[in-house]
């Protein structure tokens, strides 16, 4: 079995995924695999949309890979296999009551559109040696706390509390009511990561290496901040910029001064 999947994270097969859907048990994403569609998956399908659970259609291969990693005999899972969550999400409320009580100067990190379980692992593991609360991801769109991301955080994910919010726009609105700075990762921006105040309460969101940030969510942040780049590419993968720009963080906490 390798090493990184536990199978008391995973619901295998038609029925029990099923009854896992009618008795509201909290699931972080459902994998179908690639090619099957019949009436009873369309009613796992729709069962899903209803409680708002996001499905994937996975390549055979990696659906049989899952299947022998779980200890499943090939076609035993029926086409399906759901991930339950690493532990139930708190809400955005909480977290910032959490993280204000917690310290005067508290860091949170949003994303906005990260898929990739890697990128989530990654940001995640930055977030939590820069001594980050916690995270704030969208219920949709992003990607789920898979055993890969859980592998790529080198455990983060299983300290950093995690709060799922419908929209990150209107999330963002809560945390400035709430006394937060929002500082956004984009280009173009209004300023270098080494110019803008990262010491009192703030909200750091990284955006999609594709689409980076939202225009929804841009319009929340206070400050759009960039990393200057001297190569010929122009932007870094979107966990690197993350970890720069929270460790600019902690170098402004541990002197007290800007660049």
């Known amino acids: 079995m390798s090493d990184h999947v536990d199978p008391q994270r995973y619901v295998v097969g038609r029925r029990a995924v099923s009854e896992a859907l009618e008795a509201g048990i909290p699931l972080e994403k459902i994998f179908f695999g690639y090619g099957l569609e019949d009436a009873p998956l369309h009613r796992i399908r729709a069962a899903a949309d209803r409680a708002k659970v996001p499905c994937a259609t996975m390549d055979r291969r990696k659906f049989q890979l899952l299947e022998k990693d779980l200890g499943v005999q090939r076609n035993d899972a029926q086409g399906v296999i759901a991930l339950r969550p690493l ?26 559109g990260i898929t990739d ?59 400035k009511e709430a006394g937060f700075i929002i500082v956004g990762t984009a280009i173009p921006a209004t300023a270098p990561y080494t ?65």
């Not at 532990?87 to 906005?112: G, N």
């Not at 400050?223 to 600019?248: C, D, K, T, W, Y």
């Open 195 to 259: 110019e803008v105040d990262l010491t009192g309460p703030t909200i750091i969101v990284i955006g999609s290496e594709g689409e980076g940030l939202h225009q929804r969510v841009l319009d929340h942040c206070d400050h759009v901040v960039e990393i200057p780049m001297q190569g010929r590419i122009g932007s870094l993968n979107a966990s690197v910029a993350a970890g720069i720009v929270l460790f600019e963080a902690v170098r402004q906490r541990r002197t007290g001064t800007l660049a």
């Open 87 to 112: 532990r139930d999400p708190i809400t955005l409320d909480v977290l910032l009551a959490q993280a204000l009580e917690a310290s005067s100067q508290p860091l949170l990190v949003v994303l906005d």
């Open 117 to 175: 379980p890697h990128n989530l692992g990654a940001i995640a593991r930055s977030a939590e040696g820069a001594g980050a609360f916690g995270l704030i991801v969208p219920e949709l769109h992003t990607a789920p706390v898979t055993p890969t991301a859980v592998k790529a955080s080198a455990g983060a994910l299983e300290h950093l509390p995690l709060a799922k919010v419908k929209r990150v726009s209107t999330a963002l609105q809560v945390c």
